[in-house]
């Protein structure tokens, strides 16, 4: 194993400090409990929105703290879920009067945590809601599920929902609107190589130099199934095909294309994935009004690639195109 860490044990807090110390102009870092914070938190009359999830995921959570997005993210150790009493902290640290709205992936470690935080809130007066995202269509349950895993459209939705809540919407239409944005997103990934979590110091799965994992999870969790490498187009096609048919998605539908790295792969390949995605589906009439390009949720450093599609209408493309300014995104400030 060759990474750039001080010691397997101190490298949440480690990323942290330096997270801190890169961005102060937009967030700020609390320890013991660990979670970050939006430098201006609280902002009073307005939805705060909490998410969090196990470190190895960068830029997410943390990248998308700040103006637009998140209000706090709950920092776990390397793939585990943070603990209720983060989500807690991070809750009332961020809780402007308005609400605390729970952005949850479907993993079942955050699911069981969130929604204990929730009680621990409400039981001290704090309103708060919850959505769970499940996007992924390779598998209905995994090792770390019961369920659709959540995946890329955690990124989309927490950019849009944040937009919303920066604009004054309430608890309750930040959530439903949350819901529709989950409701309306696929997405399905492919693994070239695997991660290699610090504290196992070895690879979480092993792929043959000529194979590659359809389907896999942000963790290293088993797809569908084991392929020889193919070229990009031939591999866009198995991921685009399951995503297109699982809404579904319709000729003449505006989608907002995402095309995500795992971390190991650099832009110029993930390019050649979207230019091919963007052709796969101009074939089925169906028109990308906005995209997405890049390492937003990453899997260490395994190569590979995810795609995610999210039908628009104008009221999500214009909550897309509103400003942000966090690590990760940036634009409109």
Request: hydrophobic share 45%.
């Amino acid at each position: 194993m060759k990474k750039l860490i001080n010691s397997p044990a101190t490298v949440v807090r480690d990323a942290l400090a330096g997270l801190a110390l890169a961005h102060a102009d937009l967030l700020r870092v609390a320890y013991d409990p660990d979670y970050i914070l939006r430098a201006n938190a609280p902002v009073r009359g307005k939805v705060a929105l909490v998410s969090g999830g196990g470190s190895g995921h960068e830029p997410l959570h943390g990248g998308f703290v700040g103006q637009g997005m998140l209000d706090a993210a709950c920092v776990g150790h390397v793939f585990t879920s943070p603990t209720p009493d983060q989500m807690l902290a991070a809750a009332k640290a961020a809780h402007g009067g308005a609400g605390v709205l729970f952005i949850v992936k479907n993993y079942q470690g955050d699911v069981l945590n969130f929604e204990l935080a929730q009680e621990l809130a409400e039981a001290e007066g704090i309103a708060v809601a919850s959505v769970t995202i499940g996007d992924d269509v390779a598998v209905r349950d995994s090792t770390y599920t019961t369920g659709r895993r959540g995946v890329g459209a955690t990124v989309l939705l927490e950019k849009i929902v944040g937009a919303a809540a920066e604009s004054g919407a309430s608890l309750e239409q930040c959530r439903q609107l949350a819901e529709r944005v989950s409701a309306q997103a696929r997405s399905m990934g492919v693994a070239l190589s695997s991660c290699t979590v610090p504290d196992a110091g070895r690879p979480t799965v092993v792929l043959g130099d000529d194979e590659i994992e359809v389907g896999i999870g942000i963790h290293g969790e088993p797809g569908r199934r084991r392929a020889k490498i193919a070229p990009a187009r031939e591999i866009a096609a198995l991921l685009l095909a399951p995503v297109l048919e699982d809404l579904p998605f319709r000729a003449d539908d505006r989608v907002l294309a995402f095309v995500n790295g795992m971390g190991a792969t650099p832009l110029i390949e993930l390019y050649i994935v979207y230019n091919e995605v963007a052709a796969l589906l101009a074939q089925h009439n169906i028109s990308v009004a906005r995209s997405l390009v890049g390492n937003y949720i990453t899997s260490l450093d395994m190569a590979g690639t995810s795609v995610t599609l999210l039908r628009l209408d104008d009221e999500l493309a214009r909550l897309w195109d509103a400003p942000v300014r966090t690590a990760a995104l940036r634009w409109g400030v």
